[in-house]
Antibody, heavy 122, light 106 residues
Framework: QVHLVQSGAEVKKPGASVKVSCKASGYTFTSYGISWVRQTPGQGLEWMGWISAKNGHTNYAQKFQGRVTMTTDTSTSIAYMELRSLRSDDTAVYYC???????????????WGQGTLVTVSS | SYELTQPPSVSVSPGQTARITCSGDALPKQHAHWYKQRPGQAPVLVIYKDNERPSGIPERFSGSSSGTIVTLTISGVQAEDEADYYCQSGDTSETVFGGGTKVTVL
């Protein structure tokens, strides 16, 4: 059974960085990419970007360019998302999800990790 | 970037049919996917590529597409179907979600 298990909740001060991990199991890690999606309190879903677990190629949403870095460790089947220069409006639940895609045509997310709450507060 | 528009809420009685729409200018050229999210839980994929149902998703969930509108249909709604539903679309370099629709089972 495919599972994604994320690291625990974080509390950060404005200007700091956070790094969230996502451990995959139940499938060949390098056969799929990982996307990261966040959900601000009471709001909808926002795609942040994608990383190929096969070759490390990344594609970040324009909004997060320059502030986010996604990496993978194929030896442990763990994906990481680091977000820098945190602001109060970065307070959100951050999800990783296995990214299913057809070439450059379309992609969808299945399954999702349980989510990691990141709180940014002074 | 483009947008996907969903109605904020849909109410339905048990056993009836719920239809949730998602509209967007790029939908005639892009596949759409649907997720169900219950409070405090992660989203779950219920429909992908407009009308494909993942294994383990009940047959009462179906999807359709017509022009700039895609529709998620829940037939014979059950209490456990009460949740937020999100559509998602885009090419692989820019994917967006709709604002979500809260389905209330009366």
């Amino acid at each position: 059974q495919v599972h994604l298990v994320q690291s625990g909740a974080e509390v950060k001060k404005p200007g700091a960085s956070v790094k969230v991990s996502c451990k995959a199991s139940g499938y060949t890690f390098t056969s799929y990419g990982i996307s990261w999606v966040r959900q601000t309190p009471g709001q909808g879903l926002e795609w942040m970007g994608w990383i190929s677990a096969k070759n490390g190629h990344t594609n970040y949403a324009q909004k997060f360019q320059g502030r986010v870095t996604m990496t993978t460790d194929t030896s442990t089947s763990i994906a990481y998302m680091e977000l820098r220069s945190l602001r109060s409006d970065d307070t959100a639940v951050y999800y990783c999800a296995r990214d299913r895609r057809i070439a450059d045509i379309t992609n969808w997310f299945d399954p999702w990790g349980q989510g990691t709450l990141v709180t940014v507060s002074s | 970037s483009y947008e996907l528009t969903q109605p904020p809420s849909v109410s339905v009685s048990p056993g009836q049919t719920a239809r949730i729409t998602c509209s967007g200018d790029a939908l005639p050229k892009q596949h759409a996917h649907w997720y169900k999210q219950r409070p405090g839980q992660a989203p779950v994929l219920v429909i992908y590529k407009d009308n494909e149902r993942p294994s383990g998703i009940p047959e009462r969930f179906s999807g359709s597409s017509s022009g700039t509108i895609v529709t998620l249909t829940i037939s014979g709604v059950q209490a456990e179907d009460e949740a937020d539903y999100y559509c998602q679309s885009g090419d692989t370099s820019e994917t967006v979600f709709g604002g979500g629709t809260k389905v209330t089972v009366l």
